[in-house]
């Protein structure tokens, strides 16, 4: 199999995937190593596919659909994140990215697409072996979250949970 070739096959298993797929595990369906795959991700991107790099592996950039919108929150434990996270996804909302404002770069991005409490525990167990890569760590705890939810009445109750829980800022 060729470069081209392979990278096609990389996109079909994109669009066959329900949940995103690491790219230890392209590489493992491929007889590649996982260096290879990252790199023809990095080509199709270049070239337009809206492949995006979760925490969980890659996948395609997720259809827009229902309402979307973006709260301001803050927290400085785990439990407080573990508390804000499980809130969105008990109410039927997926974290899809979480940003701050960084003084250098500007506001700097992460993509999250947490859609359910079994998404929420591997993030928070990432976290935990990582905790210094916290975006919110250089914000003093405060950052953005972009939620994706059904309707805008689902936004809002969210928006009214997190505020009784006084995790918005």
């Not at 270049?46 to 395609?60: D, H, L, N, S, V």
């Not at 700097?108 to 947490?114: A, D, F, K, T």
């Amino acid at each position: 199999m060729n470069a081209a070739q392979r990278r096609e096959k990389i996109l079909q298993q994109l669009h066959g995937a329900s949940a995103p797929i690491s790219a230890s595990a392209l590489a493992a369906k491929l007889g590649v190593s996982r260096q290879i795959v990252v790199g023809d991700v990095a080509l199709l991107r270049a070239g337009g596919a809206e492949i995006e790099a979760t925490p969980r592996g890659y996948q395609f950039h997720p259809t827009p659909g229902g309402y979307t919108g973006i709260l301001a929150c803050v927290h400085r434990t785990a439990d407080e994140m573990r508390t804000e996270l499980y809130t969105v996804v008990d109410q039927g909302g997926v974290v899809v990215d979480v940003a701050v404002e960084n003084p250098l770069y500007g506001e700097l991005r992460g993509n999250l697409n947490l859609a359910s409490r079994y998404d929420v525990d591997t993030f928070i167990i990432q976290a935990a072996n990582t905790p210094e890569c916290l975006l919110s760590r250089m914000t003093g705890g405060v950052h953005l979250h972009t939620l994706r939810c059904p309707d805008e009445e689902t936004f809002q109750r969210i928006e009214a949970a997190l505020r009784e829980k006084g995790i918005l800022y």
